[in-house]
């Protein structure tokens, strides 16, 4: 494969690191806040080894002769970088958006019709200890699937090929046919995990402590009730045990949310508890918990300064 990875956060560095030890022809995009691009990337694998892969920076030559785009983007960034790198990516190339929360599918409509569109899902964790150097905090999975659905029962051979050749980059990675509902299943998480721990300033293991429990069960109860309205059936106690799950897993980390608000950035807030209380607004279902958790981020981006790019 001829891949470009665009976006150089941890997630990014994580696909660029494995792909690039693989017979592929890679290169990185990096944002154009990125000054004194290093000539290579630093790696700490889960056991503490230390290893470097060469960095390879895309420019538009680079872009055009690639067959597979990965977008490792916040979710206000996917939009505008689609629409920046549009004119110059082949028609025949894939596009694979990795990102947390839920973009509008209608801001997506333009792409779908030039090229397949893909969703990424992982829960690999990783972490950022330099702007070119990364540790692997976590192993995980990953599922890749169609954005806008496939009417075969199974994966193409095309779909097939590619799922394959990520998974032997960094498994595990599997083909859904319907990533809607795991996307669903990652929103619903973040949506729990991330403004609480934003909040209240603490790490993911500790909204397991009683005094979050009523607040979890409800927000759960609110967002399986507003998957239904997007055709999603989605269980309030199985969504409360997957949230537990996760929050065990990752007990010692330190969400996205709240990591983006001690330095002061944009949080992904709009995407996340904002899509549902959007959703919430459009289909008249009352969501106070969630509602009130979107509003209480906003409130504190606005507090620091922070400028907010909507949908």
Known sequence: MNVTIVGQGAIGLLWYHHLSKMDHQLNLMCSARAKNIPDEMHFFD?????TTSKIFQADIDSLASSNVIIFCLKAYQVIP???????AINQQADIILCHN?????????PWNNTHRLYQLLTSHGCKKTGDFAITHTGLGQSQLGSIYGSKLKNASKSDAQLTAELHHALPDVSWHQNISHLQWLKLAVNCVINPITALENI???????????????????????????QQINLNPQKLLELVYKVANNTAKNCSSMRADLIHQRQTENEYINGFIYRMSQEHHLPCPVNNALYQQIAEREKMLGITVDKP
């Not at 889960?46 to 230390?50: H, N, R, S």
């Not at 970088?81 to 004119?87: E, F, G, I, S, V």
Request: aromatic share 4%; charged share 25%; hydrophobic share 40%.
């Open 46 to 50: 889960i056991e503490g080894k230390a």
């Open 203 to 229: 790490d993911n293991g500790d909204i397991l402590k009683t005094e979050y429990q009523q607040q979890i069960k409800t927000l759960c109860k609110e967002i399986a009730t507003v998957a239904i309205s």
């Open 81 to 87: 970088a689609l629409a920046q790198y549009l004119p």
């Open 101 to 109: 929360g839920i973009l509008p599918k209608e801001l997506l409509i």
